[in-house]
């Protein structure tokens, strides 16, 4: 079992639409959940930190944390085209020292005009 | 953007010959990576440093090697590059808990 297993992709979904994006991880102990975007041939870039269960809201993205269930989701509200991006999990484990984090592979997202 | 640069940018270089990358930041952070990041594996940990000559391996350190004598500076030595060392390569800072990422270099070895 990966450490952090993200929903395969690629998703495509129309302009305007709600984007879910998944995210499961196997430590049970971890404490600190982030998203990355990542557009292609750039670097990945911090758009949402979560560390305690529920939601939490940043404009059109929505990050949820449920520990119980070792899952952490993000939704992207009013899908645009601009959103078309691969969009990386990391989770830092109870497992892992300092500040290290463990990513997902990523999901790719195509928001479709 | 967090203040982190990467060099060079770009690199080709021989198989057996030694490359280093070096990153850059002026955010004072305590803690530096190096990832690498190829398709199908995501972004793996190389090594990472937790202070000026604190260093540790990370999941896929063999064949690589660090160095860090400034907090600003953190230096990643391919002792004799292999083709399976064609890879992008991202640096990544922390204060505590969030990592922000240099602009990457890609690294071709032939």
């Known amino acids: 079992q990966k450490e952090v297993e993200q929903n395969s992709g690629p998703l495509s979904v129309p302009e305007g639409a709600i984007a879910s994006l998944n995210c499961t991880y196997s430590d049970r102990g971890s404490q600190s959940f982030f998203w990355y975007r990542q557009y292609s041939g750039k670097s990945p870039e911090l758009i949402m930190s979560?560390?305690?269960?529920g939601d939490k809201e940043d404009g059109r993205f929505t990050a949820q944390l449920n520990k119980a269930s070792q899952y952490v989701s993000l939704l992207i509200r009013d899908s645009q085209p601009s959103d078309s991006a691969t969009y990386l999990c990391a989770v830092n484990g109870a497992e892992t020292s300092g500040s290290r984090l463990t990513f997902g592979e990523g999901t790719q997202l195509t928001v479709n005009p | 953007d967090a203040g982190i640069t990467q060099s060079p940018r770009h690199k080709v270089t021989e198989t057996g010959t030694p490359v280093t990358l070096r990153c850059h930041q002026t955010e004072n952070h305590r803690y530096m990576y190096w990832y690498r990041q190829d398709p199908g594996h995501g972004l793996r940990l190389i090594h990472y440093s937790y202070g000026v000559k604190d260093t540790d391996k990370g999941e896929v350190s063999d064949g690589y090697s660090v160095s860090r004598s400034k907090t600003e500076d953190f230096l990643l030595t391919l002792e004799s590059a292999t083709s399976s060392q064609t890879s992008v390569y991202f640096c990544a800072i922390s204060g505590a808990y969030e990592q922000y990422f240099g602009p990457g270099t890609r690294l071709t070895v032939t």
């Open positions: 979560i560390y305690s269960n």
